[in-house]
C-alpha cells in the first residue's frame, strides 16, 4: 500500500470536498490507503457516508485545530502543533506515511514542511512544481518555482533546473528534459544578471541534471513543444500559474455562453460534444491538479485551495505516484554534485 497523509480540513470548500476526493482517489487507485488528518467530530459523519471498501483503507487522525488561509505560517510554526497541517506533515517525517497532501495555506504548509522535514542538501529555496498543458510529445510541461518563493538567486535557479528535469524524468519516462529559463526575451543581452548568471550555471549543468538546455524562453512558450521544464522564481511563476488557469476558465465560460446564443450554435455544441469534452479535459486545471514541494526531504504536494473532490483526488493520485518513484534520491544526488561544482569554480566566472 501506499500510504498518503491528508490535511482534511485546509482548503475553500472544507472536509466535504476533500473527503470526496479522498473516495475518488481510493476508487482509482487499488494499492493506496490515506491517513485523514482533522478533527475527529467533523469528519465521523462525514466518512460514514463512504462505501465500505474506501472506509476500509481509510483512517482517522484526530487534530483538534485547523490552519486558516488568513494564519501567517511564523504564527503556524511556533503555535500550530494540534493542527491538522502539522499532523500530516509529522506522518510523513515519521514514517507513517510516504507522501503528504494539504489544501491549505501555502506559506505556512511550506514553513511546517521546512521546519519538520528540512532541506535537501544544495537547496536553500525549495520550489513548487506544477504541470503545464501543452503541445510537446507528452501533452504537458513542467513549471517552476510556481509560489514557493518570490525570490530566486541564480544557483536556486540552476537547482530548480536540476530538481524539475528529475521530476518530469519520473512522471514521462522522458531520458533527458528539455530545460528553458523564463527571460523577457530570448536574447542573451536580456534580463537581470541573476538571470544572465543562471543562463550560464545551467547551460554548464546539463550532463550533472541529466537534461537538455533550449536557453531563454518567454511566456508565450510556456505551451511549446521546444520545452519540458520552465524554470523561473515564484512571484513570476505563480503569476503565469494563475493566469494560466483564469484564461482557461474563462475560455470555457465563453464556449458555453456563445453555444447557450441561439438554436443553431446550441446544434453544433451537440454535434461536437465529444469534441468539447475531450477540450475541457484537457485544460481543466483540476485534472492536474497538485504543486509537489520539491526540495524537502519528503514528498508533499500541495493542492489549489478552491480545489473540488476532483481536485483533490487529483493530488492525492500525483502523491501516491510520487511514494514509491526514488525520485528525490536521485535528484538529491546532483543536487549535491551541482552544488560542490558551483563552489569550487573560479570566482567571476558567472557561478
Known amino acids: 500500500m501506499d500510504k498518503v497523509a491528508v490535511d482534511a480540513m485546509g482548503g475553500d470548500l472544507g472536509p466535504r470536498a476533500v473527503i470526496g476526493g479522498c473516495a475518488k482517489a481510493l476508487a482509482a487507485h487499488q494499492h493506496l490507503s490515506i491517513i485523514l488528518h482533522g478533527d475527529e467530530a467533523v469528519l465521523q459523519p462525514l466518512l460514514s457516508g463512504l462505501p465500505g471498501a474506501a472506509r476500509d483503507r481509510l483512517s482517522?487522525?484526530?487534530?483538534?485545530d485547523t490552519v486558516s488561509m488568513q494564519d501567517k505560517p511564523g504564527h503556524v510554526m511556533r503555535h500550530g502543533r494540534e493542527t491538522s497541517m502539522w499532523s500530516a506533515i509529522a506522518a510523513l517525517k515519521t514514517g507513517?506515511?510516504?507522501a503528504?497532501?494539504?489544501?491549505?495555506n501555502t506559506g505556512a504548509l511550506m514553513a511546517v514542511s521546512m521546519l519538520q522535514l528540512r532541506r535537501m542538501e544544495g537547496v536553500s529555496r525549495p520550489a513548487i512544481a506544477c504541470l503545464w498543458p501543452s503541445r510537446g510529445r507528452h501533452g504537458f510541461s513542467t513549471m517552476l518555482d510556481a509560489g514557493a518563493d518570490v525570490k530566486a538567486e541564480a544557483a536556486d535557479l540552476l537547482a530548480y533546473a536540476i530538481m524539475g528535469a528529475t521530476y518530469f524524468r519520473n512522471d514521462f519516462d522522458e531520458p533527458r528534459p528539455r530545460v528553458g529559463l523564463l527571460n523577457v526575451g530570448t536574447e542573451e543581452h536580456k534580463g537581470r544578471a541573476e538571470i544572465k548568471a543562471?543562463?550560464?550555471l545551467i547551460a554548464r549543468h546539463q550532463e550533472t541534471g541529466r537534461y537538455d538546455y533550449v536557453g531563454f524562453v518567454e511566456g508565450s512558450d510556456l505551451p511549446d513543444e521546444?520545452?519540458?521544464v520552465i524554470v523561473t522564481d515564484g512571484f513570476t511563476g505563480n503569476v503565469a500559474l494563475?493566469?494560466?488557469?483564469?484564461?482557461?476558465?474563462?475560455?470555457?465560460?465563453?464556449?458555453?455562453?456563445?453555444?447557450?446564443?441561439?438554436?443553431?450554435?446550441m446544434l453544433g455544441g451537440l454535434l461536437a460534444r465529444r469534441a468539447?469534452?475531450?477540450l475541457s479535459q484537457r485544460i481543466d486545471p483540476r485534472q492536474v491538479n497538485g504543486g509537489v514541494f520539491l526540495g524537502l526531504n519528503g514528498t508533499v504536494v500541495k493542492s489549489h485551495g478552491s480545489a473540488d473532490a476532483t481536485g483533490v483526488a487529483?493530488?492525492?493520485?500525483?502523491?501516491?505516484?510520487?511514494?514509491?518513484?526514488?525520485?528525490?534520491?536521485?535528484?538529491?544526488?546532483?543536487?549535491?554534485?551541482a552544488a560542490q561544482a558551483s563552489q569550487d569554480a573560479p570566482k567571476g566566472d558567472g557561478a
Open 242 to 265: 494563475k493566469t494560466g488557469e483564469g484564461t482557461a476558465k474563462l475560455i470555457g465560460e465563453f464556449l458555453g455562453e456563445t453555444f447557450r446564443s441561439g438554436w443553431v450554435p
Open 198 to 200: 543562471a543562463h550560464d
Open 314 to 337: 487529483a493530488a492525492i493520485g500525483l502523491a501516491a505516484k510520487l511514494a514509491g518513484s526514488g525520485y528525490r534520491g536521485r535528484m538529491a544526488e546532483r543536487l549535491v554534485i
Open 96 to 98: 507513517e506515511a510516504a
Open 226 to 228: 521546444r520545452v519540458d
Open 60 to 64: 482517522l487522525v484526530h487534530a483538534s
Open 276 to 278: 468539447l469534452t475531450r
Open 100 to 104: 503528504a497532501v494539504s489544501c491549505g
